[in-house]
Nanobody
Framework: VQLQAYGGGLVQAGGSLKLSCAVS????????VGWFRQAPGKEREVVAA???????DVADLVKGRFTISRDNAKNTVNLQMNNLKPEDTAIYYC??????????????????WGQGTLVTVSS
């Protein structure tokens, strides 16, 4: 199983970015995928998750600005980020987990991780 996160970059505050997580070795409508982020000196925190049936959840700190979705044809999970703020600056990781939906926010529940993609939001 491999995950590849891409789409990061430098954007001004208020701008948008779309991150994608390409999954190989698993069909995304059979697995659960989450997006996390980690800023320098901080712990990795969950941003959003989507399960095998298509149920989604977005963390309160980004709710209303970030949306998670999947493209079954491309076997990718996307994270659309709008109205970005400087505090959104972090490395964004996608991960795959096989446990129950209630564990989606726990880093230790994830079995596989992508390499991360850097998002920098300037003020």
């Amino acid at each position: 199983v491999q995950l590849q996160a891409y789409g990061g970059g430098l954007v001004q505050a208020g701008g948008s970015l779309k991150l994608s997580c390409a999954v190989s070795g698993r069909t995304i409508n059979r697995v659960n995928v989450g997006w996390f982020r980690q800023a320098p000196g901080k712990e990795r925190e969950v941003v959003a998750a989507i399960n095998w049936s298509g149920s989604t959840d977005v963390a309160d700190l980004v709710k209303g600005r970030f949306t998670i979705s999947r493209d079954n044809a491309k076997n990718t999970v996307n994270l659309q980020m709008n109205n970005l703020k400087p505090e959104d600056t972090a490395i964004y990781y996608c991960g795959l987990y096989s446990s129950v939906w209630s564990t989606r926010g726990h880093v230790e529940a994830y079995n596989y991780w992508g390499q991360g993609t850097l998002v920098t939001v300037s003020s």
